[in-house]
């Protein structure tokens, strides 16, 4: 009884701490430390718990897994610094300006296609905000539609792989999984890998998509299109041209995975490169970069293009990466060592003269980036949100440390099982649990707070690509939910003021309605996150 009284006093002075507007790492990491110091005083807490603590962080710095997130993140922010993502969703926008309906589901695809590029939710909903909500209210879509539609779509970074969450919940995951399986007596468990949550979540987030544009059509199906003026020299393939680099850029990382080339964190590095040489072939010049205060190019960069020597050339430096990814593929052009002999293979020359111009593509656009202001804010960026993510993950790692030595494992794992029914209820009781906490923790403080604690005990029964799936999806949903729903703050900070707090939360009603039903669709039919990841991978 007195273990489950510091419980509750840890879990209240949590509260209290992350209500008082302290940034979250530290109260993951100094609160736990406090009240284990105070029950050590009372003989309620053996101190000699905290002294795994260096051990466990060590351990997360060693996690080879974890370094495809700040490159995945790097990769984010340079898309969305370069305006590359914004500036796509200018083109497509009018070019379909003239369709409320049209223009809406536009957007939604848009959407679509920089959640797989950047994954980065703040930035996609703001970015959405200031650029389609004009043109969609100019063409008439109202202004509950709008906003609901550009706040449920920014989110769609949450479950479209390549995603952060999916990386922190494959880790999480495959972690718990081989737990519960060597409780089960399973000591040679199948591992889960973040390349299963990516195809298992790719199938849910097409459907959610889906959903989406069937209410968008039904919704704007009668509303009448208002005369607006049309700029003829947009066409098809000024579109194209801006929207086929993210398509191959997105087609080229998760397809590395999905088929088994590269690991996520290669492709993470691939994604990197290649989003190197989307930017800096349609990066500005310096003095046009300089013109934004955050040092990034300006709002209309479509009117100032880059030199057509640097286009061309970062387009043959991504030939040439490709065509190092066939000679590896097929062992072409290898070069072996053996008994101290160098021994070149057939294409060893071209392999290595294909090596060369990569190398010399990419320091180009370091360089190019570099002098137009983009990279580096672009690292400082990416530099501050990792540090973020991996003090979050260091600081819960402290959290889950005193919760176990205050024998929390113990009281979870008798009240999971205590509930009535099987392993249904416990999974059900699990996601409702986790969706409260949405509303006042971020998916990373979830991820590394709740899975080590119930996964060891779900995932005895329950497939944990379709746990991880529903998990991810339960997230989103509460990046959603009024009045706490993160992106409603994000949409609130970029929308004019004639659209009022009210007006946003109603108009996110039908698209969280939306999320349920795909999330209920998923746990009913768990094949439909089960199904690719068993082609794919067996």
């Not at 989103?476 to 009024?482: C, D, G, R, V, Y």
Request: aromatic share 8%.
């Amino acid at each position: 009884m007195l273990e489950n009284m510091w419980l509750i006093i840890l879990g209240m002075s949590l509260l209290a701490g992350i209500l008082s507007g302290i940034p979250v790492m530290l109260i993951l990491a100094g609160v736990p430390v406090v009240v284990a110091f105070v029950a050590s005083a009372f003989g309620a807490f053996d101190l000699s718990f905290l002294q795994a603590y260096p051990q466990r962080a060590f351990g997360v710095m060693q996690n080879s897994l974890l370094i495809a997130v700040p490159l995945f993140v790097l990769m984010g922010v340079l898309l969305e610094r370069s305006r590359v993502a914004e500036r796509t969703l200018m083109q497509v926008s009018r070019l379909l300006g003239g369709s409320p309906r049209a223009l809406a589901l536009s957007v939604l695809l848009i959407a679509t296609l920089i959640a797989a590029s950047t994954g980065i939710i703040g930035a996609t909903i703001v970015m959405l905000a200031m650029i389609s909500l004009p043109a969609m209210r100019r063409v008439g879509v109202p202004d509950a539609t709008s906003s609901g539609l550009i706040c449920a779509a920014g989110t769609l970074g949450q479950i479209i792989p390549p995603s952060i969450v999916l990386i922190l919940l494959g880790d999480q995951v495959a972690n718990a999984y081989l737990d519960a399986q060597q409780r089960a007596g399973n000591f040679a468990p199948d591992a889960v890998t973040v390349g299963d949550l990516f195809a298992g979540a790719l199938v849910p987030g097409l459907v959610l998509v889906l959903l989406y544009g069937i209410f968008i059509s039904f919704r704007l199906a009668r509303v009448p299109a208002e005369a607006v003026d049309t700029d003829p020299k947009i066409g098809l393939w000024d579109v194209m041209r801006e929207v086929l680099p993210p398509i191959l850029l997105i087609l080229a990382v998760l397809g590395s995975i999905l088929a088994g080339v590269a690991t996520p964190t290669e492709a993470a590095a691939i994604g990197v490169a290649g989003t190197l040489l989307i930017t800096a072939a349609r990066v500005t010049t310096a003095s046009d970069a300089a013109s934004q205060p955050d040092g990034t190019a300006p709002r209309t960069p479509e009117k100032r293009r880059s030199p057509a020597w640097l286009r061309h050339g970062m387009t043959a430096t991504a030939v040439a990466g490709f065509a190092l990814v066939i000679l590896r593929l097929t062992g072409v052009g290898r070069i072996n060592l053996s008994s101290g002999e160098l021994t070149l293979g057939g294409g060893s020359i071209l392999a290595l003269g294909l090596t060369a111009l990569v190398v010399i593509g990419l320091s180009v656009a370091v360089v190019t980036l570099t002098r137009s202001g983009v990279f580096g804010a672009a690292l400082g960026e990416a530099a501050k949100v990792s540090g973020m993510i991996f003090g979050i993950i260091l600081a819960a790692s402290m959290l889950s440390l005193v919760f176990r030595g205050f024998g929390g494992d113990d009281w979870v794992h008798a009240l999971l099982t205590n509930l009535p029914g099987d392993h249904t209820t416990m999974l059900i009781f699990t996601l409702l649990v986790i969706f409260a906490m949405g509303f006042i923790l971020e998916f990373i403080e979830i991820v590394f707070i709740v899975i080590p604690l119930v996964g060891p005990i779900l995932l005895q029964d329950v497939d944990p690509v379709w746990f991880a799936v529903l998990v991810a999806l339960n997230l989103q949903t509460s990046f959603l939910t009024p009045p706490f729903g993160f992106a409603l703050f994000y949409f609130r900070s970029a929308a004019p003021e004639e659209i009022t707090t009210s007006t946003i939360y109603r108009a996110v009603v039908p698209f969280i309605l939306i999320q349920v039903v795909t999330l209920g669709i998923v746990f009913l039919w768990p094949p439909l996150a089960t199904w690719l990841p068993q082609v794919l991978f067996g």
